[in-house]
């Protein structure tokens, strides 16, 4: 598998966000129930308990799932959304600011809300969400400073989607980039994750990229050893029945778990 600094130029050089979405993330493919309805079921649960707030949220992801967001924004007063990819980060940013050729994120917010309970009113909440967005950095997350060169205000609330496993090779990297993330959060503050479980590539247009491919065994463990008490677990196993030539996932992720130390 290539290294953390191959993943990083690779997904410089063919990532493309807009065919993503495409692939992923909309309603008229196999892969949405799995991905938004699954995952963000649980993502609202975790937030909606009441003990996931405070005032600042740093969400970090190898690409635009700005979104993902979207259950947490009521609960803390600004985010800073991070991406590894920088065609990404001009996406958001050209959504943030409304322009004609962002890309359209309705249909996905819309569902999501509608899993809240809200989704007459998404519109509002979308515009909650370009509001509470404050800032948009890039992230190195083999860097000991992973916003290098901005220091940034440790955060209450860390989430990782779809993050940490695009970005490494193997379980050493992870470890390493699990505590670089880390130190943006406060002591006593939340880890919340997204993940793929036991995975070796996903497809975006015609390029294959890889994927560390780790099992819960193996996260519990890292994440353990990383300061952290896990609060919350959920395991999502895979229902798309096909497509396993365009990613191989065999089940998704999603935990809490609070910091205790740091490293």
């Known amino acids: 598998m290539a290294s953390s600094i191959d993943l990083k130029e690779l997904h410089e050089r ?25 995952m963000f079921s649980n993502l609202i649960k975790i ?11 740093i969400v ?6 700005i979104y993902s967001a979207l259950p947490a924004c009521e609960y803390f007063n600004e985010i800073t959304f991070a991406s590894a990819d920088g065609k990404s980060i001009q996406e958001i940013q050209k959504w943030l600011k409304n322009e004609p050729d962002a890309m359209d994120y309705g249909q996905t917010i819309k569902e999501i809300c509608k899993l809240q309970g809200c989704g007459e009113t998404w519109i509002e909440k979308q515009h909650m969400l370009q509001t509470k967005i404050k800032t948009v950095l890039e992230c190195d997350v083999t860097s000991r400073n992973p ?13 990782l989607v779809h993050c940490l496993e695009n970005l490494v090779s193997d379980e050493k ?24 479980l036991e995975t070796t590539f996903y497809m975006c247009g015609d390029f294959k990229f890889p994927l560390f491919c780790m099992d819960v065994n193996f996260l519990k463990d ?31 992720i999603v935990l809490k778990a609070r910091k205790c130390r740091e490293l």
Do not use: W
Not at 47 to 57: H, R
Not at 186 to 192: A, I, M, S
Not at 235 to 244: G, H, M
């Open 173 to 196: 990297s992870y470890c390493e980039a699990l505590t670089n993330v880390s130190s943006l959060l406060k002591p006593g503050g939340h880890l919340v994750m997204c993940a793929t």
């Open 222 to 252: 890292a994440l353990t050893k990383a300061g952290y008490v896990i609060e919350e677990i959920h395991i999502l196993p895979r229902k798309v029945d096909c497509l396993y030539d365009v990613t191989d996932y065999k089940s998704f």
């Open 147 to 159: 916003l290098s060169p901005v220091i940034h205000p440790q955060a209450d609330c860390l989430l």
């Open 47 to 57: 937030y909606a308990s009441g003990d996931v707030k405070g005032d600042s949220l």
């Open 60 to 65: 970090l992801s190898c690409g635009h799932h």
């Open 14 to 38: 063919f990532y493309d966000p807009r065919k993503l979405m495409e692939i992923y993330f909309t309603p008229k493919f196999s892969f949405f129930d799995d991905i938004i309805i699954q």
